[in-house]
């Protein structure tokens, strides 16, 4: 994850395609290691691998480039957070992620359009803030607030 940040805030500084392919590879990358450890280990979960590295590994896969995986580990995920082997929002951030790349509308609203700063269509927006609440997941407006903020 620390390569991928640093590959990252290398291509937004300087944003040349050879920046971004290097991006690309060190994604590829890092997603193939995911899923070598999957593959052996079912998903890192916090109670195996640490909270830290569990992150790690939910960030890597919202960044991997195949959205097949990703939807195997979205369900991976959601039996372990069941299990209470691993934080709800990990769930939230790779449901809303999967269902926003399959054209569907997202359950808790952590995914925002770079180009309209708003999120994407949400599932029965009446009740969001309570399914975001039931995950540990702040209210709506106060996440949109802080990512104005830090814009």
């Given amino acids: 994850m620390d390569e991928d940040h640093r590959v990252t805030g ?11 392919q290097r991006l690309a590879k060190c994604r590829k990358g890092n997603a193939e290691a ?16 640490g909270a830290p590295a569990s992150t790690a590994a939910l960030m890597i896969l919202l960044h991997a480039p195949d959205l097949a995986f990703q939807v195997v580990c979205r369900d ?5 957070v069941a ?12 449901a809303d992620h999967c269902a926003v790349e399959l054209g ?15 999120p994407y269509p949400v599932r029965r927006p ?12 702040a209210p ?9 903020l830090s814009g």
């Avoid at 290398?10 to 971004?20: D, L, M, N």
């Avoid at 991976?76 to 372990?80: G, N, P, R």
């Avoid at 569907?104 to 708003?118: A, S």
């Avoid at 803030?129 to 540990?136: A, I, Q, S």
């Fill in 76 to 80: 991976l995920i959601a039996q372990a």
């Fill in 104 to 118: 569907q509308p997202q359950f808790y609203g952590t995914r925002v359009d770079p180009v309209t700063c708003c």
């Fill in 126 to 137: 009446e009740t969001l803030d309570e399914r975001r609440r039931d995950v540990g997941l």
């Fill in 83 to 94: 299990d209470g082997r691993c934080p709800a929002p990990h769930h939230a951030y790779i």
């Fill in 140 to 148: 709506l407006d106060e996440q949109m607030r802080t990512l104005r």
């Fill in 34 to 49: 995911l899923r070598a450890i999957v593959r052996r280990h079912a998903w890192p979960t916090a109670d195996l691998v």
């Fill in 10 to 20: 290398a291509a937004q500084r300087s944003p040349t395609p050879a920046a971004w």
